[in-house]
């Protein structure tokens, strides 16, 4: 008895205590099996923030009436940037093999440049020597003073050169016709028979002022190659190592005393490149060719390209009238771009040749040329170069100091 008056004056003690603050006590207890009467939460669906009643209370009139921001808003259209496509480049049009020996008379594909092209093209190469054979006496001279025309139709291309610093002015006259792919070409006119990589060379890539003693005898003395009337086929296979064979039929040479015509020479040559870097070719040249051919050549050539640097080399042996012959060529380059100016750039070159004849005349001859050129662009260069050479008829070794300044458009 006593506990439950004590109890019931506590009870009555709290709640006048509650009634006296005035403060509202709730006092809820959860309910054991809560858990159980719980709705279901969809996952799939974004859970929301319900807001606390104060929240509500501080919302103005108009922000009640407002509709209620999804929490995930999905961009509209106008939000979205879009990427531009990338301009496609166009296409440069691809350039064919040059025409002209200088390579300046350049045709362009006929699918990039339809219907005729005519493209006009020169080149002047001013030159100043001084040869100790001849007490260094300077010699002033315009080497090449060519001027040209190319024509090109989609199978059908045409070159007409004449050099006005040379006696016999007209150089090339030609026309080729070639198939759609390039694969087959016929030449028709005065070119340079396929025959010996350093005369086949453009004059402008060439990094030496001259041809060298090999070449000049070879041409000049002995009428093995250079540019003559002729008929030439040739087959291009760039899935087979890039495989070039180009062979024809050409006009003999003139007899200067008695004004006679020799019989047709022949002249073959192949190349292949079976890295990017290195080309291997053979050529052969064989005067009066149906007439048993007493005066030959046969050469076997190789160039190696990695970045500047530029190295070739060729051995050629044969028959001539004096009697058996044999010659080396070598040649290396290097192509330095200096930062100074966009286009300019220096290039050392160093080269070598010997020539050895074995007949009843035996005698040989040699030449080393050393120097630099200065590059700017594809239309001008200025050489300094020196020799040392023994030339066939020379009785002693001398040296040859030159410079020459070369431009082309």
């Known amino acids: 008895m006593g506990e439950g008056r004590g109890v019931g004056k506590g009870r009555r003690g709290l709640l006048a205590t509650v009634l006296l603050l005035g403060t509202p006590v709730l006092a809820a207890e959860p309910a054991p099996d809560a858990e159980a009467w719980q709705p279901e939460v969809d996952a799939s669906q974004p ?60 045709s362009a594909n006929a699918e990039e440049q339809p219907g005729l092209r005519v493209v006009p093209f020169g080149r002047v190469f001013a030159r100043v020597s001084a040869d100790e054979r001849e007490q260094y006496a300077r010699s002033l001279s315009i080497a090449s003073a060519r001027v040209g025309l190319a024509a090109s139709l989609p199978h059908l291309e045409a070159e007409v050169t004449a050099d006005l610093s040379s006696k016999s002015l007209l150089k090339d006259a030609f026309v080729r016709v070639a198939d759609g792919k390039k694969r087959l070409r016929l030449y028709g006119g005065q070119f340079k028979a396929p025959f010996l990589a350093r005369e086949l060379e453009s004059a402008w890539r060439l990094p030496v002022i001259r041809r060298g003693l090999v070449a000049d005898y070879l041409e000049d003395t002995h009428n093995l190659g250079g540019r003559r009337m002729g008929l030439m ?169 030159s410079l020459q300044l070369a431009t082309r458009f």
Do not use: C
């Not at 040329?369 to 009785?395: I, M, T």
């Open 233 to 401: 086929g040739e087959v291009s296979l760039k899935e087979a190592w890039k495989l070039k064979v180009s062979g024809g039929v050409f006009q003999g040479t003139k007899d200067d005393d008695t004004g006679i015509r020799a019989s047709e020479d022949a002249a073959l040559r192949a190349s292949v490149r079976p890295f990017k870097a290195l080309t291997l070719g053979a050529s052969t040249y064989f005067a009066q060719a149906f007439e048993g051919a007493r005066t030959y050549a046969l050469a076997a050539d190789a160039v190696l390209r990695l970045g500047g640097l530029a190295v070739t080399g060729e051995y050629v042996n044969g028959h001539l009238p004096t009697g058996p012959f044999a010659a080396q060529m070598g040649l290396a380059s290097y192509t330095l771009p200096l930062p100074l100016v966009e286009g300019l750039a220096l290039q050392p070159v160093a080269g070598a040749e010997m020539m050895q004849l074995m007949g009843p005349l035996k005698a040989r001859g040699y030449a080393f040329v050393g120097g630099f050129n200065v590059l700017y662009s594809e239309h001008f260069k200025a050489q300094l170069q020196a020799e040392h050479a023994l030339r066939p008829g020379d009785e002693a070794a001398g040296f040859e100091y």
């Open 47 to 106: 859970e929301v923030d319900t807001a606390r009643p104060e929240e509500v209370a501080a919302l103005t009139p108009d922000e009640l009436d407002a509709p209620t921001p999804s929490p995930v808003e999905a961009p509209t259209s106008a939000q979205v940037e879009v990427p531009k496509p990338a301009k496609a480049k166009e296409p440069k049009p691809k350039r064919e093999e040059p025409l002209s020996e200088g390579g300046e008379g350049t």
